[in-house]
């Protein structure tokens, strides 16, 4: 996932390229952030330089290498929302029969950006030490449904000092998420 902008510059000599950020931070020398360089037509930026709840202000300069003082420019203004916040994961019962006792998970008073629903929620399970750190990758046992409660039977932790965690991804409608682990 990522951000393209794209600017042309028309004429018989070489055209030059540069972008620049004049509000919001975005590390334009990072090839990780920023792909193709920042003096290209083309500005790529990947999801992880842009921050969420952020504005920014992406600007263009364009110059011909047989005449700079032909030079123009043009900026675009946007902002990044927030994921999903401020919600919480519950599991009832909190212990039970391993594949027997069943489950109900519910990830209640998730909010977002106005305009970012609906909030869609995807469910696994992970082995998970006694402190919460998983110890395995999660197992997906419901995809992304707009239903925030599930009901299910789970599987024994795997040795004597791990647990099962639950891990919940919250998703607006935008695409941003946010992952939460019980």
Known sequence: ERLVLRGVGVGSSPVMYEWSVSEGAIDMGNNATVPVGYTSPELVLSKESLLPGHAYKICLTVSYAHNPALESSACSTFSTHHAPSLGRIAVFPLAGVALSTVF???????????????????????????????????????????????????????????????VVVVMDAHGASIVATS
């Not at 109900?104 to 909010?111: C, E, F, G, Q, Y």
């Not at 006694?130 to 040795?159: C, K, M, Q, Y």
């Open 104 to 166: 109900n998970i519910s990830a209640d008073a998730w909010v977002s950006d106005e305009g970012a629903y609906p909030l869609r929620y995807s469910i696994s399970r992970a082995s998970c030490k006694l402190d919460g750190t998983l110890v395995s990758e999660p197992v997906l046992i419901r995809p992304f449904s707009e239903r925030s409660n599930f009901s299910s039977v789970l599987p024994a932790a795997d040795g004597s000092l791990s647990r099962i965690c639950i």
